[in-house]
Each structure stands twice: as structure tokens, then as C-alpha cells.
């Protein structure tokens, strides 16, 4: 009795289990094409983005899709404009792999479709839903703010005002402009994306003016650079006051303080110094016409960062000077060690990392150079990054990389230098 209760639980058991087996292969074939008259809600698998009529951007895109469960995943096929492209094998766990297209600059401007074929272990196989009418565009992103903007005064009554940038599409400059402290700013002139510095004339000898720079493109306008003036100080009244300080360690604990004294009304200078550019406090008291200073021995510390300001006062005003800032180093900078490059073919990438071997390194200068063209600057990126990923790069193209630190004040050696080669 116990055995026949037995067989007909087993058999019980075998019909389940065809019957899941039967449910979860009926949406599939041998030929994925057998199954492009299924609806969405019976397809196996199911692209989820891009959708019909969607607009990417050139570089790698993601293919996102779904698969319903349960599967057992073979490979996934991928096809632009019913022409296959690649396949995707499963994770190591079996788990469906994430689909990323590099589309190029071939794609740029085209209309395209796609779709993928889903294969299991069991040699069955669907066709996604079709995604059509994709139209890839250049990607331009929004311009970075420009950096490292200079003035220079010349004794014709004319200036220059000089900025960098790393943007990769900047289609042209606007250079604005501010005369006196309480004035309003307003543009002075838009330039085109080539330029790097610009000349402003008729400048009166009495008068500060201020000047500010931002990159503009299709896709947007870039933060403000920051601000220079023709004095390179804020004044607060009849006072001119000192310009041009600067701030440059000559020992272990010694900094050279120099500047260019505007007046001939002061009385006496002040020499404020701080740590956090906060709060300041008095270091030395300086008779009248001084333009240098030497501060040493007076509470420096190796490792510390300094901002100097000096303060003119006449009868019945004061202004200060612009702020220079200094951080006291021991010896050199040291370079960045052990860059390696991998190129990813599936993804469209070179990915670059390294090891940060001085801890006063504030940032990473990035260069590159292609096939036997020299080295160009390629991006800055902060000290906390010791990884940068390179999309913009083209096929069967060597790349050579190298990579120097930086901190404010010195640069180091380059690290050591690797090549990668795009070719498939």
C-alpha cells in the first residue's frame, strides 16, 4: 500500500515538473524569428530602454532589457539594423550581463533599429521586441568652468585677461566686465572657442576693473571662472592699496613675502597671516614705502598651508592687499607610481590607475599622447581620484599615458608611462 502511495506521489511530481517545463518553454523556439508575432507581455525577453523614437548620444550607451524568469542563459545576441553585431555571454553566476554599444561617430546623424535574441541552454532561443527609429547625436556636454585666468597690466592704458580650459567643445567665450567695486558686470565681448586670451583697451589710470570668463556651447553655459582685477586687491576707499603679493618658501621654515605698494598716502603696513584663510592675525608692523618681508622662525610648520594678506593704513582708511597662500613642503613632490592602462573593447574605454605616493599632492595632470604625436595635456582631476576613465578614444589607435602631481606651488615628476593599443 505504502509503495503504491509512493509512485503515484512521483508521478504526481514528474507531471509538475513537465508542466513548468512545458509553460517555461512555450514562448521560445529554435528560431527566434517564429516568435516576432508574440505580444510584449509574451516576449522572454524585453528591451526596457532605449524605446522607439529615443535620441542617444554618441559613446557607449546601455542596452537595458529584462528576461522573465525562470531562464537558463546561453548567450544574448545583439543586432543593429538586422545586421548582428555581438554576443553577450551570462555572468559567471549565470545572471543576465549588463549590454553596453559603443556608438561611434560612424552613427552619429543615422537612424538606426535594434534588438537582441535571447538563447537558452536548452538550444531555444526569442527575439526581443524591435526598437526602431534611434537616432544617435554628437555629445557635446556642458562646457567646464575655465580655469587659471591671469591679468596683465601693460603702461599703455591696456590689459590682458588670459584663462584655460579642458572643456572638449567650447563654441565660444564670453569675457565680462565690471568697473570698480560697486559696479554692475556686463559683457564686454563673446570670442570665439580657439581663444585663450583677449585684450581690453582705454583703461583709466585710477580706475579697478574686473574681469570674469565662461565657456558657452549648444548644450549649455559653463559656471563663471573665477574673478581678476586690474588691481588684483579689494580696496575700501581713497587708499590703493598693496597688489601683487606674493608668497614663496625660500627654507624649511622660512617664506619671502613681496609686493607692489599702489600709494603714497599710507602710513604704515600690517602683515596678517593665517591657517584656515579665516582668520588672521598680526605679524609684523612695516614702515611706510616696504615692499618686502621675510617671515621665518615664527610658529611655521612643515605641512602647513599659510595665507598672507598685508594691510596698508593712511590717516583715516585702510585696504588690504590680495591674498597669497603658501604651504610649507619638505623636499620634492614625488610622482605617482605604478600607472597601468587596460582598454575595455565591449564598453569603448581606457581605464587608467594609479598610486599616490605623496600626500601633499593636491592634484593629478593627466597626458596622452596618440600613435608618434607628442604628449598633450589631457584632464586635471583631484588628488582623492587615482582612477580616470578615457571614452575619448577612436578604434585601432595606440595611446601612450603618463601622469605628474601637483600642489599649487610644484610639480612633480611624471610617473611612469604605458601604452594601449584600440586595436581589436
Do not use: H
Request: charged share 20%; proline share 4%.
Amino acid at each position: 500500500m505504502g509503495s503504491r502511495i509512493k509512485t503515484e506521489v512521483i508521478k504526481s511530481i514528474v507531471i509538475i515538473l513537465l508542466l513548468i517545463s512545458i509553460q517555461s518553454c512555450a514562448d521560445l523556439s529554435t528560431s527566434p524569428e517564429q516568435n516576432s508575432d508574440l505580444t510584449n507581455a509574451d516576449l522572454k525577453i524585453k528591451i526596457t530602454s532605449p524605446v522607439n523614437n529615443a535620441q542617444l548620444l554618441e559613446g557607449s550607451n546601455e542596452i537595458i532589457y529584462t528576461i522573465a524568469e525562470p531562464y537558463s542563459l546561453k548567450f544574448i545576441e545583439l543586432y543593429i539594423n538586422d545586421t548582428f553585431n555581438r554576443n553577450y555571454p551570462p555572468n559567471q553566476d549565470g545572471t543576465a550581463p549588463q549590454i553596453f554599444f559603443n556608438f561611434d561617430s560612424t552613427y552619429v546623424g543615422k537612424v538606426i533599429s535594434l534588438y537582441l535574441v535571447y538563447y537558452d541552454n536548452n538550444n531555444t532561443s526569442q527575439k526581443s521586441n524591435l526598437i526602431t527609429n534611434v537616432s544617435v547625436k554628437i555629445n557635446i556636454p556642458i562646457p567646464y568652468k575655465p580655469y587659471n585666468i591671469t591679468l596683465i597690466n601693460f603702461n599703455d592704458g591696456s590689459c590682458n585677461i588670459g584663462w584655460k580650459d579642458s572643456s572638449k567643445y567650447v563654441e565660444k567665450y564670453q569675457v565680462w566686465k565690471k568697473i570698480g567695486i560697486t559696479g554692475d558686470y556686463f559683457l564686454l565681448n563673446e570670442l570665439s572657442g580657439n581663444t585663450n586670451n583677449v585684450n581690453d583697451y582705454n583703461l583709466g589710470p585710477n580706475i579697478v576693473y574686473f574681469y570674469k570668463v565662461r565657456g558657452v556651447n549648444s548644450s549649455g553655459i559653463s559656471a563663471f571662472s573665477d574673478e581678476v582685477n586690474t588691481a588684483g586687491i579689494y580696496t575700501s576707499g581713497n587708499l590703493y592699496p598693496p597688489s601683487d603679493l606674493s608668497a614663496i618658501q625660500t627654507s624649511p621654515i622660512s617664506v619671502q613675502l613681496k609686493w607692489k605698494d599702489n600709494s603714497d598716502n599710507e602710513n604704515y603696513f600690517v602683515v596678517e597671516r593665517s591657517t584656515d584663510n579665516i582668520k588672521f592675525i598680526n605679524i609684523a608692523l612695516l614702515s611706510r614705502n616696504t615692499i618686502s618681508y621675510q617671515d621665518s622662525a615664527s610658529g611655521l610648520l612643515t605641512g602647513g598651508s599659510y595665507y598672507y594678506r598685508i594691510k596698508a593704513y593712511s590717516n583715516s582708511d585702510s585696504a588690504f592687499s590680495n591674498i597669497a597662500m603658501v604651504k610649507i613642503l619638505s623636499g620634492i613632490l614625488q610622482p605617482p607610481i605604478n600607472l597601468t592602462a587596460a582598454y575595455n573593447k565591449d564598453i569603448g574605454v581606457i581605464e587608467l590607475r594609479w598610486d599616490n605616493s605623496d600626500n601633499n599632492t593636491v592634484y593629478f595632470d593627466i597626458e596622452r599622447k596618440i600613435d608618434d604625436n607628442n604628449f598633450q595635456f589631457l584632464r586635471r582631476i583631484d588628488a582623492s581620484n587615482t582612477l580616470f576613465l578615457d571614452f575619448d578614444i577612436l578604434k585601432d589607435k595606440n595611446y601612450k599615458y603618463r601622469v605628474r602631481s601637483y600642489d599649487l606651488n610644484r610639480y612633480s615628476e611624471y610617473s611612469n608611462e604605458v601604452t594601449v593599443s584600440t586595436f581589436n
